[in-house]
Every structure is written in structure tokens, then in C-alpha cells.
């Protein structure tokens, strides 16, 4: 009997520990608007890949209800982002001071990757 305890705590001890080990991330999802110049883009996306270690980047368009009434955004940038920890604002505070954007749309959410 004492025994199969210990075997059956061994084995809730490898199972849990390997959940502990994943590979833990934080996503970033969050949209700017296309026409920010090209230079100040560039520099942003090297921002992100110094920061965080990289990005993907896809061509968006949106709405949302605005003070006037609905408005559209033809053209957006939607970037996704992940790392070790939540760094959406330093993110946000790159974007308002380099970019000039007064507010940015984004989500930060816990993921695990899987491999």
C-alpha cells in the first residue's frame, strides 16, 4: 500500500511539474492606424524586436463607434506580440511618444505556447 502512494504521488508530482514548465507567454494584440510615416514604423518594429524579441504584422480594417456616430478605419495595422511579461505599456507609451498616436486599441492576455 505505502508503496502505491508513493507511486501515485510521483506520478501527480511529473504531471504537475511539466505544467509548471511550459512555456509561459504574454500576448499583445493592438492596431495603429497605416499611415503613420515609414521611418517612425521602422523604428517601432526595431522597438519591438530589441523589447520583446519580435512581432507579426497584418493589414486590418475597422470600426467603431465614435462621438459622431460610427466611423471606419480602412486601414490599419494589427500587430501581435508576445513575450515574457505583460510590456503593453511601455508599448502604448512608445506609440504616444514616437508615433504621435493619442490612444492605441490594445488586448494583453496569458498564453502558453505550445512546442
Not at 521611418?39 to 475597422?62: A, M
Not at 511601455?90 to 506609440?95: S, T
Amino acid at each position: 500500500m505505502k508503496l502505491k502512494t508513493i507511486l501515485l504521488s510521483l506520478a501527480l508530482v511529473l504531471v504537475l511539474s511539466g505544467s509548471a514548465l511550459a512555456a509561459k507567454t504574454t500576448v499583445h494584440f493592438f492596431v495603429i492606424p497605416a499611415s503613420v510615416p515609414t521611418e517612425q514604423l521602422t523604428k517601432f518594429n526595431e522597438f519591438l524586436v530589441h523589447s520583446v524579441g519580435g512581432f507579426t504584422i497584418s493589414r486590418s480594417t475597422g470600426g467603431s463607434m465614435g462621438l459622431s456616430g460610427p466611423q471606419y478605419d480602412p486601414e490599419n495595422l494589427s500587430y501581435t506580440v508576445a513575450g515574457p511579461k505583460n510590456v503593453g505599456k511601455a508599448i502604448k507609451a512608445y506609440l504616444k511618444k514616437n508615433c504621435g498616436l493619442s490612444d492605441v486599441f490594445m488586448l494583453v492576455w496569458p498564453a502558453e505556447r505550445v512546442e
